[in-house]
């Protein structure tokens, strides 16, 4: 394998590995090391059905079944693939993942992980963007670290721009589904120690502890420091790129900055995490 770093503060790109093949121990153990350390890994030219993105995904964890997942998202024969792609509401074109979040964020198993197989991309646009929690969390002041650490903040899913205008009905199935749950505005990520910011722009509604107006100004002030450029990794896909990232540790977000009647496309799988956070 070759590695190739992608950004200052996270992202790598290995070569020379065919993913659709078992992984032996010693190249296993140096993903899993290389993962910690980059948080984002890279692989192109991959070619892989859903069975073989489902076994290496397996290499590094358990896999959720997406069973809160509308089932026209899921793959019928594979629970564990979700299909990545816009969806038509009301309408408008909709983008999952337009605003910076961290995977199942909203539940009180946040994901471990993800991989996601490029099928379709369009001629231009639609990259992905990924932010360092941990470099986010290093910049912050020593007196602001002391203030956060903490805190908790309310995780909804509803509170993004992508329920602005649903129907009170469609509102109210996903709070079904996925009610708001409470989680620490710090968290601790295992594979390397450091201490990293788990808020982001569309789950993190309110801060428990302050009031209303303080949390809207901790938050947004949150919100705008973690999209920072120098904590960034953009990823420009091409047909099967797989990427995979640590939910711990980051926050991403997808464009829908490509023309109106283009393909996106793609197949992901998420890491079981442990369990963290309480129902709000």
């Known amino acids: 394998m070759k590695i190739k770093p992608l950004a200052a503060a996270l992202g790598a790109e290995v070569e020379g590995l065919d993913l659709s093949k078992p992984l032996d121990d010693a190249t296993h153990?140096?993903?899993?090391e290389l993962w910690g350390k980059h948080l984002v890994l890279r692989?192109?030219?991959?070619?892989?059905?859903?069975?073989?993105?489902?076994?290496f995904s397996r290499n590094f964890g358990e896999l959720e079944r997406h069973d809160n997942y509308p089932a026209?998202?899921?793959?019928e024969e594979w629970?564990?693939?979700l299909r990545i792609?816009?969806?038509t509401v009301k309408g408008v074109k909709i983008v999952f993942g337009q605003q910076w979040h961290s995977d199942l964020s909203y539940t009180t198993r946040p994901s471990l992980g993800s991989c996601l197989y490029s099928l379709r991309m369009p001629s231009a646009g639609g990259d992905t963007l990924f932010a360092?929690?941990?470099a986010a969390y290093d910049t912050l002041s020593p007196a602001m670290k002391a203030f956060v650490d903490p805190l908790h903040s309310v995780h909804d899913i509803t509170h993004g721009r992508i329920y602005h205008g649903r129907t009170w009905e469609q509102y109210a199935e996903s709070r079904d589904r996925n009610p708001p749950v409470i989680q620490p505005m710090v968290r601790v990520h295992p594979p390397t120690g450091r201490k990293a910011l788990f808020v982001s722009e569309w789950m993190s509604s309110r801060v428990v502890e302050l009031e209303a107006e303080e949390g809207r100004?901790?938050?947004?002030?949150l919100a705008e420091h973690c999209a920072r450029p120098e904590f960034a990794f953009r990823q420009s896909w091409l047909p099967d790129d797989v990427l995979m990232w640590d939910n711990r540790a980051t926050i991403h977000m997808a464009l829908a900055d490509y023309a109106p009647g283009e393909q996106r496309e793609l197949l992901r799988t998420s890491l079981v995490g442990e369990p963290l956070g309480e129902l709000a």
């Not at 026209?72 to 793959?75: A, F, N, Q, V």
């Open 72 to 75: 026209d998202t899921r793959l």
């Open 79 to 81: 629970p564990e693939v």
């Open 29 to 32: 153990a140096e993903l899993t």
């Open 132 to 134: 360092s929690m941990i």
């Open 217 to 221: 100004a901790l938050l947004q002030f």
């Open 43 to 55: 692989f192109r030219g991959q070619k892989l059905t859903p069975q073989q993105l489902v076994a």
């Open 85 to 87: 792609k816009a969806t």
